[in-house]
Protein backbone atom coordinates (compact mmCIF):
# COMPACT_ATOMS: atom_id res chain seq x y z
CA UNK A 1 0.00 0.00 0.00
CA UNK A 2 3.29 2.38 0.69
CA UNK A 3 4.01 2.01 -2.94
CA UNK A 4 0.83 3.45 -4.23
CA UNK A 5 0.46 6.30 -1.83
CA UNK A 6 2.01 9.05 -3.58
CA UNK A 7 -0.19 8.27 -6.54
CA UNK A 8 -3.02 8.12 -3.76
CA UNK A 9 -1.87 11.67 -3.12
CA UNK A 10 -2.11 12.89 -6.29
CA UNK A 11 -5.60 11.58 -7.26
CA UNK A 12 -6.82 12.97 -4.39
CA UNK A 13 -5.93 16.48 -4.78
CA UNK A 14 -7.11 16.33 -8.45
CA UNK A 15 -10.45 15.17 -7.15
CA UNK A 16 -10.67 17.66 -4.85
CA UNK A 17 -10.00 20.61 -6.84
CA UNK A 18 -12.69 19.13 -9.18
CA UNK A 19 -14.99 18.70 -6.36
CA UNK A 20 -14.71 21.77 -4.54
CA UNK A 21 -12.67 24.80 -6.89
CA UNK A 22 -10.30 26.66 -4.70
CA UNK A 23 -10.48 24.48 -1.57
CA UNK A 24 -6.96 23.64 -2.07
CA UNK A 25 -5.59 26.78 -1.93
CA UNK A 26 -7.24 27.75 1.26
CA UNK A 27 -4.15 25.48 2.22
CA UNK A 28 -1.38 27.41 0.94
CA UNK A 29 -2.74 30.42 1.85
CA UNK A 30 -2.84 30.38 5.43
CA UNK A 31 -2.96 34.53 6.00
CA UNK A 32 -6.37 34.52 4.35
CA UNK A 33 -8.00 32.09 6.66
CA UNK A 34 -6.92 33.42 10.08
CA UNK A 35 -8.34 36.40 8.91
CA UNK A 36 -11.38 35.74 8.07
CA UNK A 37 -15.00 36.61 9.79
CA UNK A 38 -15.82 32.92 11.09
CA UNK A 39 -11.94 33.42 13.26
CA UNK A 40 -13.15 36.86 14.25
CA UNK A 41 -16.37 35.66 15.29
CA UNK A 42 -14.72 33.27 17.45
CA UNK A 43 -12.34 35.69 18.97
CA UNK A 44 -15.64 37.09 20.86
CA UNK A 45 -17.33 33.66 21.61
CA UNK A 46 -15.95 33.80 25.59
CA UNK A 47 -15.54 37.27 26.10
CA UNK A 48 -19.29 37.72 25.19
CA UNK A 49 -20.65 34.89 27.69
CA UNK A 50 -18.11 35.39 30.35
CA UNK A 51 -20.43 37.24 32.64
CA UNK A 52 -22.83 34.48 32.56
CA UNK A 53 -20.94 31.66 33.03
CA UNK A 54 -18.94 33.29 35.75
CA UNK A 55 -21.84 34.48 37.88
CA UNK A 56 -23.21 30.71 37.20
CA UNK A 57 -20.08 28.75 37.31
CA UNK A 58 -21.05 25.46 38.79
CA UNK A 59 -24.28 24.43 37.63
CA UNK A 60 -24.68 27.27 34.86
CA UNK A 61 -28.33 28.57 33.53
CA UNK A 62 -30.08 25.75 33.68
CA UNK A 63 -30.48 23.18 30.73
CA UNK A 64 -33.15 24.56 28.17
CA UNK A 65 -32.40 28.08 29.11
CA UNK A 66 -30.69 29.23 25.70
CA UNK A 67 -32.66 29.10 22.96
CA UNK A 68 -30.71 29.13 19.74
CA UNK A 69 -34.48 29.76 17.88
CA UNK A 70 -33.73 33.01 19.44
CA UNK A 71 -30.29 34.47 18.18
CA UNK A 72 -31.38 37.92 18.89
CA UNK A 73 -31.68 37.01 22.62
CA UNK A 74 -28.99 34.11 22.94
CA UNK A 75 -25.24 34.07 21.16
CA UNK A 76 -24.57 31.33 18.92
CA UNK A 77 -21.42 30.23 19.94
CA UNK A 78 -18.56 28.19 17.46
CA UNK A 79 -17.72 25.59 20.88
CA UNK A 80 -19.92 23.33 22.04
CA UNK A 81 -18.04 22.99 25.07
CA UNK A 82 -18.52 26.88 25.68
CA UNK A 83 -22.43 26.40 24.85
CA UNK A 84 -21.98 23.22 27.70
CA UNK A 85 -20.22 25.60 30.41
CA UNK A 86 -22.91 28.72 29.74
CA UNK A 87 -25.87 26.41 30.08
CA UNK A 88 -24.95 23.46 32.34
CA UNK A 89 -22.16 25.05 33.87
CA UNK A 90 -18.46 23.35 34.99
CA UNK A 91 -20.07 20.22 36.56
CA UNK A 92 -22.49 19.85 33.39
CA UNK A 93 -19.07 20.26 31.30
CA UNK A 94 -17.45 17.50 33.25
CA UNK A 95 -20.42 15.71 32.91
CA UNK A 96 -20.72 16.26 29.15
CA UNK A 97 -16.74 15.16 28.47
CA UNK A 98 -17.13 12.20 30.32
CA UNK A 99 -20.12 11.02 28.59
CA UNK A 100 -17.86 11.49 25.66
CA UNK A 101 -14.28 9.90 27.44
CA UNK A 102 -16.33 7.34 28.89
CA UNK A 103 -16.46 4.58 25.72
CA UNK A 104 -12.80 5.36 24.87
CA UNK A 105 -11.63 4.38 28.95
CA UNK A 106 -13.83 1.18 28.30
CA UNK A 107 -12.14 0.01 25.48
CA UNK A 108 -8.94 0.35 26.82
CA UNK A 109 -8.17 -3.15 28.22
CA UNK A 110 -10.41 -4.63 25.00
CA UNK A 111 -7.20 -2.70 22.91
CA UNK A 112 -4.30 -3.36 24.81
CA UNK A 113 -5.43 -7.21 24.86
CA UNK A 114 -4.96 -6.99 20.77
CA UNK A 115 -7.08 -9.64 19.91
CA UNK A 116 -7.63 -10.13 16.54
CA UNK A 117 -11.12 -9.88 16.63
CA UNK A 118 -12.31 -7.03 19.03
CA UNK A 119 -9.34 -4.77 19.50
CA UNK A 120 -8.62 -3.41 15.95
CA UNK A 121 -12.48 -2.46 16.54
CA UNK A 122 -12.60 -1.17 19.60
CA UNK A 123 -9.57 1.42 18.81
CA UNK A 124 -11.30 2.08 15.71
CA UNK A 125 -14.85 3.04 17.33
CA UNK A 126 -12.66 5.05 20.34
CA UNK A 127 -10.71 7.00 17.70
CA UNK A 128 -14.78 7.79 16.34
CA UNK A 129 -14.92 9.41 19.90
CA UNK A 130 -11.89 10.96 20.85
CA UNK A 131 -12.78 12.41 16.80
CA UNK A 132 -16.20 14.08 18.41
CA UNK A 133 -14.58 14.80 21.55
CA UNK A 134 -12.26 17.48 18.69
CA UNK A 135 -15.24 18.39 16.87
CA UNK A 136 -17.30 19.70 19.50
CA UNK A 137 -14.51 22.63 20.36
CA UNK A 138 -14.37 23.30 16.43
CA UNK A 139 -18.46 23.76 16.40
CA UNK A 140 -21.53 23.50 18.36
CA UNK A 141 -22.00 20.04 17.71
CA UNK A 142 -25.47 20.00 19.02
CA UNK A 143 -27.08 22.43 16.71
CA UNK A 144 -26.75 19.51 13.67
CA UNK A 145 -28.46 16.65 14.80
CA UNK A 146 -26.70 14.07 12.73
CA UNK A 147 -23.31 14.71 15.06
CA UNK A 148 -24.47 13.83 18.00
CA UNK A 149 -26.25 10.85 16.47
CA UNK A 150 -23.32 9.41 14.66
CA UNK A 151 -21.20 10.21 18.01
CA UNK A 152 -24.20 7.91 19.97
CA UNK A 153 -23.75 5.12 17.09
CA UNK A 154 -20.15 5.41 17.44
CA UNK A 155 -20.26 5.05 20.86
CA UNK A 156 -22.69 2.27 21.38
CA UNK A 157 -20.65 0.09 19.32
CA UNK A 158 -17.40 0.88 21.51
CA UNK A 159 -19.18 -0.53 24.04
CA UNK A 160 -20.17 -3.69 21.74
CA UNK A 161 -16.46 -4.09 21.12
CA UNK A 162 -15.40 -3.48 24.73
CA UNK A 163 -17.68 -6.30 25.90
CA UNK A 164 -16.03 -8.81 23.56
CA UNK A 165 -16.42 -11.72 21.55
CA UNK A 166 -18.66 -13.15 24.26
CA UNK A 167 -20.48 -10.26 24.92
CA UNK A 168 -19.12 -9.93 28.37
CA UNK A 169 -21.96 -12.15 29.66
CA UNK A 170 -20.06 -14.51 31.61
CA UNK A 171 -19.27 -12.24 34.67
CA UNK A 172 -23.17 -11.89 34.99
CA UNK A 173 -23.66 -15.26 34.89
CA UNK A 174 -21.85 -15.94 37.39
CA UNK A 175 -23.33 -13.50 39.65
CA UNK A 176 -26.70 -14.82 38.76
CA UNK A 177 -25.28 -18.35 40.33
CA UNK A 178 -23.72 -16.88 42.87
CA UNK A 179 -27.02 -15.34 43.82
CA UNK A 180 -29.52 -17.72 42.97
CA UNK A 181 -27.65 -20.03 45.51
CA UNK A 182 -27.57 -17.62 48.59
CA UNK A 183 -30.97 -17.35 50.47
CA UNK A 184 -32.47 -13.92 50.74
CA UNK A 185 -32.16 -12.46 53.90
CA UNK A 186 -35.64 -11.14 55.08
CA UNK A 187 -36.33 -7.34 55.05
CA UNK A 188 -36.25 -5.83 58.81
CA UNK A 189 -39.56 -3.79 59.56
Known sequence: MLRWAPLGIVVLAVLVHLAAPGALG????????????????????????RPDVLSHLALGRGFGTLDPEQPSVFRIN???????????????????????????AMARSTIRTRGPTVASLALASSGGCVAFLVVCAL??????????????????LTTIAAAGPEGNVEPARELVRQLAGRPRTAAVT
Open 26 to 49: TLFNTSEAVNSSSTTHREGDFTDI
Open 78 to 104: DDEYLDEVWEVGAVGLFAFLWMILAPV
Open 139 to 156: FDAFSFPQAPYMFFLVAA
